[in-house]
């Protein structure tokens, strides 16, 4: 076994020779007729070599030609060692052939599997063994390691011989300990906290879960794009002339750890002044771009705003028949104002075509996936704008570990190639989450899905849950670009039951299916279809019931399974800052649906949800949000049970699911909720990270004040065959409670602890304070 040292570079006998025969032969000049002997070769066919000798413009192998294709011959790493000489009337060609690799081979890796080694060498089986490609090999396998937080690993390349010029490359590779990061700082931070800025980077502080996120683990990588992030956070919220001047990591031996420090240079805060855009493009009308601003004066500065003009400025210059032109935002600040003038200066560009979109990297995503990111394609005129965005979208998919687009020259001057490189990572997912709710009771819930199934960028999830008073089955399929656009398209195919509990007498059945269709109008906006075809039922079991179920109840059960065809749609607006954890910004959705187009029922439903964050201070984040909805029958028939609403802890916390809205109070009855058409509640919330709990813990704590109200019973009131009359309480009694909660955002799903006290309600509502979830998202 010969061992190759990590860090010894060999010089060749080669090179010797070359000057050796350079000073020899420089003076006596050669006939391209000469023969050319070529010695030592066994695969390389003499030919091969032979054609890297050409002659000078006169006809002959002069020293310059012999010296070209020396070199040509050394650099096709074909080769150990190559030398020229002449003897006699000859030039004799001497090869040493490079071994041939039979494999490629990694030993002692147990943290990064060989499928991630595998691309990161140059080296390959069936390849010429290149000493000088194994060195470099060695570094970038330490990259590899370094980027997941280890950085005392060691590589040992080894070489086995297997005889007939035939060798394994082994790389013996001793891991090392996990490097990690025990605390960050940042220094010149006055207008955001440490703890809102920790938020705003991916990597944190070693902490009890760490071994589940890996956010700890010191990457540079990941430290420069954190530092980016940085920066953009504070252009984003009105500080133009932010920097992050350094990002310092300061190794700790005795805790075997970094301290990260980033060194931060607010500058002021800015305000919008005048915005306005300077046409250099003759027969471009400004005044219809004016429309595609979103920067506004007088509202404080915002980075995205102008990045999100720009792309919008390009596309609609685009399709205004001036592909070449492109927007740049000029800033002019008033640091004593505290304002910033901005400009889009429109250029014509240089025109340059697209010649090719070459894509590299991408083992398991298909090419036609990226492709679809592009507002352009081959042949189409080239936009950096366009570029940056397509980037951009690349990267939001989170099909990749990086994503990277360069440009070289193209066959022409007004052509240029694009290399789109891409770097696949998993994107399957497998979860078993175990829950109780205070709802649901016991639950489990199986997982099994992919967002990139094999490769084609379309979303597959199957989901089965058990629980102690509700089990089901879920298969979706989503496509975000089902026509070769942005249009997504879906199928999601269900079954539900749900049995009798302490908050409702009856059970309800449901299975069907449901189509989908997206698409967005805007960056904020987007507006969603669906067609969904479905059976509810809705079940007794008379040997549970302590006393007769109310006669709604009892009708909808009589009734039997019921088909409901249904259409509907859905327009979301969305400025959420983070919509997993959000602190400024809104989310709006309207939803609408229109039962009867086929099926056994008629109606037509109208529900809004609107939430408005905004933080406070670093640690504070204020919430109010606003719900409403509406329901009614048509073509003579009523809203069934199952479709009313019913009010409960989504609306109002403090009480019970089902527990307020109309009531049927006949007595001797179960005095079950019996729904309402007409719904609405408010909600005023205060929400704070715990002091002394790391931010990454995902957990907050919260006040709040909950108000909103059920009413309007539109069901039957009579009943054929019961002598019985109805007593349903039906008043637009406002519901309203204050109180506090507790939620964790874990690795294992959602956990949420809320205790209200009811302020207001009607006498015959069931309250619940307590209110406890745990389980999946």
Not at 173 to 195: D, Q, S, Y
Not at 368 to 374: D, L, P
Not at 486 to 510: L, M
Request: with cysteine; hydrophobic share 35%; net charge negative.
């Amino acid at each position: 076994m010969d061992k190759v040292p990590s860090r010894h570079r060999r010089l060749g006998r080669g090179a010797a020779a070359f000057f050796a025969a350079l000073l020899a032969l420089s003076a006596v000049p050669a006939s391209a007729a000469e023969a050319i002997a070529v010695e030592g070769n066994h695969r390389v066919e003499a030919d091969t070599v032979r054609s890297y000798f050409h002659p000078a413009a006169d006809g002959r192998l002069d020293a310059a030609a012999l010296d070209d294709a020396l070199k040509s011959l050394i650099a096709t790493g074909l080769f150990d060692d190559v030398t020229v000489r002449r003897v006699g009337d000859k030039i004799v060609v001497h090869l040493v052939e490079a071994k041939l690799l039979d494999r490629v081979a990694f030993e002692g890796n147990k943290k990064i599997k060989d499928t991630d080694l595998t691309p990161a060498v140059e080296s390959k089986a069936r390849g010429p063994l290149q000493r000088a490609t194994v060195q470099g090999d060695v570094g970038r396998i330490m990259d590899v390691y370094r980027h997941h937080g280890r950085d005392d690993v060691s590589v040992e390349p080894q070489i086995i011989d297997r005889g007939n010029d035939r060798v394994d490359l082994v790389f013996a590779i001793t891991e090392g300990k996990k490097t990690t990061v025990h605390e960050i700082n940042f220094i010149g931070n006055h207008a955001f906290g440490k703890r809102q800025l920790a938020a705003v980077i991916k990597t944190s502080a070693t902490n009890m879960l760490s071994f589940l996120t890996g956010g700890d683990v010191y990457d540079p990588d990941r430290v420069a794009e954190d530092r980016e992030q940085l920066r953009l956070y504070y252009r984003n919220h009105g500080y133009a002339d932010a920097s992050v001047s350094e990002a310092r990591a300061e190794y700790d031996p005795a805790s075997r750890g970094f301290t990260l420090t980033f060194v931060l240079d607010e500058g002021p805060l800015y305000h919008f002044g005048d915005i306005g855009i300077v046409c250099n493009v003759p027969g471009l009308d400004a005044e219809r771009l004016r429309r595609r601003l979103l920067a506004r004066s007088g509202a404080v500065f915002d980075g995205s705003a102008l990045d999100k003009t720009t792309d919008a400025l390009a596309i609609e210059m685009a399709r205004l028949g001036y592909p070449f032109a492109h927007a740049e935002p000029r800033i002019t600040r008033d640091a004593i104002g505290s304002k910033a003038d901005v400009a889009f200066v429109i250029d014509e560009g240089k025109r340059t075509y697209v010649e090719r979109i070459e894509i590299h990297g991408n083992s398991r995503t298909r090419d036609y996936v990226i492709r679809r990111e592009f507002d352009f394609g081959e042949g189409d005129a080239y936009n950096k704008t366009l570029i940056d965005r397509a980037e951009r979208r690349l990267k939001n998919l989170n099909y990749f570990k990086t994503v990277k687009i360069t440009t070289r020259p193209g066959s022409t001057a007004d052509r240029i190639v694009l290399d789109v490189e891409t770097v696949d990572q998993s994107t399957g997912d497998f979860n078993i989450a175990g829950g109780y709710s205070t709802t649901d009771g016991w639950l489990g819930e199986i997982k099994l899905g992919d967002r990139n199934f094999y490769g084609t960028g379309d979303a597959v999830q199957t989901t089965f849950m058990y629980g102690q008073y509700s089990r089901g089955a879920d298969l979706s399929v989503t496509d975000p670009s089902i026509f070769g656009n942005r249009i997504s398209g879906g199928v999601d195919i269900f079954g539900k039951q749900t049995v009798a509990n302490t908050y409702q007498s009856y059970g309800i059945d449901t299975y069907g299916t449901t189509f989908t269709l997206g698409m967005p109008i805007t960056e904020e906006t987007s507006i969603g279809w669906r067609y969904s075809i479905y059976n509810q039922n809705v079940t007794l079991d008379p040997t549970s019931l302590a006393a007769p179920a109310s006669l709604p109840i009892q009708q909808a059960a009589a009734t039997g399974p019921q088909w409901v065809s249904d259409v509907g749609d859905t327009i979301t607006y969305n400025t959420l800052d983070n919509n997993k954890m959000p602190t400024n910004g809104i989310n709006s959705q309207l939803r609408q649906d229109l039962a009867g187009l086929g099926g056994d029922v008629k109606f037509l439903k109208t529900t809004e949800d609107v939430r408005y964050y905004q933080a406070i201070n670093d640690d504070l984040v204020g919430l109010v949000r606003g719900q409403g909805g509406y329901i009614t029958g048509w073509g003579g028939q009523q809203v069934p049970l199952t479709n009313s609403f019913f009010g409960g802890p989504s609306l109002v916390r403090g009480f019970a699911p089902n527990g307020f809205g109309p009531r049927d109070l006949t007595p001797g009855t179960t005095m079950d909720n019996v729904g309402g058409s007409m719904y609405w509640a408010t909600t005023a919330e205060l929400q704070s990270a715990i002091p002394g709990v790391p931010q990454e813990y995902g957990l907050r704590a919260s006040a709040f004040v909950d108000a909103g109200s059920v009413f309007r019973y539109n069901g039957p009131t009579t009943f054929p065959g019961s002598a019985q009359s109805l007593q349903v309480a039906n008043n637009n009694v406002v519901r309203s409670s204050v109180g506090a909660g507790l939620t964790w955002a874990s690795p294992f799903g959602a956990l949420t602890v809320n205790y209200a006290v009811p302020l207001t309600k009607a006498s015959y509502d069931v309250v619940q304070r307590l209110n406890f979830n745990a389980g999946p998202f």
